[in-house]
Nanobody, 121 residues
Framework: QVQVVESGGGLVQPGGSLRLSCVAS????????MGWYRQAPGKQRELVAA???????NYTESVQGRFTISGDSTRPMIYLQMNNLKPEDTAVYYC???????????????WGQGTQVTVSS
């Protein structure tokens, strides 16, 4: 199993930037896909950004061009660089690890506590 701890959240004004970090421990050698999710009050948790072991990335439309995910399957740490933040980005952010095999994802980590990101003037 893989355990995760997120950090880097905080209060920032609109247009500001934050970098989130996620440290993974346990069976990290099995990780071939990583992702950042977020959950805003009253909303379902959604996938924000994902990256596979070969470096391929994918983003939800609302953060395209503003957020960048980085990391790889050989390291137990991933990042989410968030630029030009908007109030709509306010949420608890979570990281998640998985194994990608034959086009399917297999969960490796449990959900951590997440890190709060608040964008407000």
């Amino acid at each position: 199993q893989v355990q995760v701890v997120e950090s880097g959240g905080g209060l920032v004004q609109p247009g500001g930037s934050l970098r989130l970090s996620c440290v993974a421990s346990g069976s990290v050698n099995q990780i071939t896909a990583m992702g950042w999710y977020r959950q805003a009050p009253g909303k379902q948790r959604e996938l924000v950004a994902a990256i596979t072991g070969n470096g391929r990335t994918n983003y939800t439309e609302s953060v395209q061009g503003r957020f960048t995910i980085s990391g790889d399957s050989t390291r137990p740490m991933i990042y989410l660089q968030m630029n030009n933040l908007k109030p709509e980005d306010t949420a608890v952010y979570y990281c998640h690890e998985a194994r990608l095999s034959s086009g399917k994802f297999y969960d490796l980590s449990q959900w951590g506590q997440g890190t709060q990101v608040t964008v407000s003037s």
